[in-house]
């Protein structure tokens, strides 16, 4: 439902993570997909969720994030940088566990099974303990210090990096020591306990005085070192402790200043402005891992440039609306409804989308074979007005309105559609009427019947099935004709056993409806050459004055009065009573004792075409009248 909190993406990870196997088999992008979902989590803060529920931790609701991008930008950027270094972090102390479980020869980690150990065994397997010279000739229990500290860095294990420095503190500098305490420290007030990566000015121009004393050092991690904890040169390069892509993005997200601490001025924009000068080919790999420079983009905050890049991309064009439905839903990227009346393009700019177009195009691929999935995703478009032009596209393409809308059976119980587990009950009829005004506007009007039907409109439903009526009267009971007469005897029985007959606030469409209907029958007999009934049926529908005891011309007074379709079709049916009385007449000549009968006949053909000569009716139809009376004279 639209009004709960649902852990959207959190659900996405958990939906990738279960189908590894089979995205394993498309290309081997599982690992990825799983780490695109993982670090949009991250960066969100979708923390404590068991399949889609917040079990613990904070609850977010549709739209969490969207006053903080508009109202605090900079607090907006620093959140996301904050989580994709958690991502980052965590994703590389797992690489190093699964290291040296895979290499214990190797790594031969000892003592507690604390993160220090691990890490000093990922050093042994990294370096295959063959030392190169240029490290700094600084060793913690066999092992060279600067990466053990630059790996806990890495790994986000802050407290670790700190108790390694300390039990190396006669090679470290009281600078680093004392910067690395107030950078792993959280923020004053921060109950979340997580490090404020902060300096004070005093430390910074410290840091800094250091870097220059080292910065044509040989050890590259030292280097790094200090780079990252006083963001002393954000432009330097880490190519040397730089292995993958992972790494890269740590590196430049390290190197963002908080809000509080903004000496150097390196911002996330500055990060983005680097991934874009590099382009999608960099990180891509030749284009064989789109998912891969997706999670650059995504990193660096660029999100609505993230969903547009796997959106144009074909194999990975589902994804892409994923990432986009998931980053509105929390307002990382905003919505433009307006640019729908000047683009069909979803993304016509990097920083807003328009998601009713992005949802319509992306089901329309598949709203014929699954119309129920497309209604999944159309129901997902926040504007009303968007989502409701949407929805009745898909059902009048699909022409799948029980499933939709639902359907009212003949005894006036109704079955529930798809529609009505997700929408308002006053919403839900808005959508259903509206679809049938468009449906009578397409010329689909047995559609339009069958859904105004289900608003429960009686007057409009007669209306449709009056004009239907009219225009296929003469028709066969085959193809269009029979489906609108089927329609009509269904109609019919549903509300005489209903009583919804008697809503109907137009008693002249309600009498045109049922007289329609007989005249239907009446052509069906004549059809079938049973000339008597289908006289008789004429007869009781009041538009042929068969009776001698009732003036033809009282008859004709009342035509200019009936409902159009009869208008239209009364010669219609005037010739074809006529034909049933020459049918009848000709099977009397035969039989010399039916000469009163025969005489019967002859006065109701000439009454008829008395009738046929007061009424407005084709030429052709009043020739072929008096060519039949004149043979019957």
């Keep these: 439902r639209r009004d709960e909190p649902f852990a959207l993406v959190s659900s996405f990870y958990e939906c990738v993570s279960s189908s590894a196997g089979v995205f394993s088999q498309n290309g081997g992008h599982a690992r990825d997909l799983e780490s695109l979902w993982g670090l949009l989590r991250d960066i969100i803060g979708e923390y404590g969720t068991v399949r889609g529920k917040f079990e613990s931790g904070p609850i977010l609701r549709p739209g969490a994030l969207s006053s903080l991008r508009l109202s605090s ?75 053990q500290l630059f790996f806990l860095l890495r790994t986000g294990e802050l407290d670790a990096a700190l108790r390694v420095a300390h039990a190396a503190q006669c090679r470290v500098s009281r600078v680093f020591l004392e910067a690395l305490r107030v950078y792993a420290a959280p923020a004053p007030g921060d109950e979340s306990n997580a490090p404020s990566y902060a300096l004070s000015r005093s430390l910074r121009r410290e840091m800094l005085q250091l870097w220059n004393e080292e910065e ?37 997200l390290a190197m963002v200043e ?89 993304f016509p700019s990097d920083n807003a989308l328009n998601d009713a177009i992005l949802l319509s195009q992306y089901a329309q691929s598949f709203q014929r074979t699954d119309p129920r999935e497309a209604l999944q995703y159309l129901l997902l478009i926040q504007g009303d007005e968007e989502r409701e032009a949407a929805i009745r596209r ?55 019947i069958h859904l105004f039907d289900l ?25 269009i004709a029979g489906r609108v007469v089927q329609t009509a005897l269904a109609i019919r029985e549903q509300y005489e056993r209903t009583r919804a007959i008697d809503r109907c606030r137009a008693p002249a469409v309600r009498a045109a409806f049922a007289t329609l209907l007989r005249l239907v029958e009446f052509f069906e007999l004549k059809r079938q050459g049973r000339y008597a009934a289908a006289l008789d049926v004429a007869e009781v529908s009041g538009v042929v004055p068969l009776d001698t005891s009732v003036p033809a011309a009282s ?44 005489r019967t006949l002859q006065e109701r053909a000439r009454r008829v075409a008395a009738f046929a000569g007061m009424c407005d009716i084709p030429r052709e139809h009043a020739a072929q009248i008096m060519s039949i009376d004149a043979v019957l004279g």
């Design 455 to 479: 608003c429960e409109d009686v007057d409009r439903v007669l209306e449709l099935l009056v004009r239907e009526l009219g225009q296929v009267l003469t028709s066969e009971l085959s193809g």
């Design 73 to 147: 930008a900079e607090n907006f950027q620093w959140k996301c940088v904050c989580g994709a270094r958690r991502f980052f972090e965590r994703q590389y102390l797992q690489h190093i566990e699964a290291t040296v479980r895979t290499h214990l020869d190797r790594g031969r980690p000892t003592g507690a099974p604390t993160v220090e150990h691990t890490v000093r065994g990922f050093v042994r397997i990294y370096f295959d303990e063959l030392w190169p010279e240029e490290l700094e000739n600084a060793f913690v229990e066999g092992v060279p210090l600067w990466p």
């Design 216 to 252: 044509h050092g040989a050890d590259p991690f030292k280097l790094a070192c200090l780079n990252l904890v006083g963001r002393c040169r954000p432009g330097a390069d880490f190519s040397a402790v730089e292995k993958k892509a992972q790494d890269f993005m740590w590196m430049r």
């Design 258 to 346: 908080p809000p509080s601490d903004a000496e150097t001025g390196y911002a996330l924009a500055n990060f983005a402005a680097t991934v874009n000068e590099y382009g999608a080919k960099h990180f891509s790999i030749g284009g064989s891992r789109p998912l891969l420079y997706a999670q650059v983009l995504l990193a660096s905050g660029q999100f609505g440039k993230a969903a547009q890049f796997l959106w144009r991309s074909r194999a990975f064009a589902a994804d892409g609306v994923h990432l986009a439905i998931a980053c509105t839903h929390y307002g990382l990227v905003g919505v433009d409804q307006t640019l729908a009346r000047t683009s069909t393009d979803p």
């Design 555 to 598: 008859t004709a007074d009342t035509v200019n009065a009936w409902n159009e379709s009869i208008r239209a079709n009364l010669g219609s049916v005037l010739v074809g009573v006529m034909e049933c009385l020459s049918h009848m007449h000709a099977a009397a000549a035969r039989d010399s004792a039916a000469d009163s009968f025969r």
């Design 394 to 448: 898909v059902v009048l393409e699909s022409r799948e309105f029980d499933i939709f809308f639902g359907t009212i059976r003949p005894d006036g119980t109704r079955k529930r559609g798809d529609i009505e587990y997700f929408t308002a009950p006053d919403q839900r009829a808005r959508i259903i009427r509206a679809t049938a005004n468009e449906a009578e506007a397409r010329g689909q009007t047995l559609e339009a």
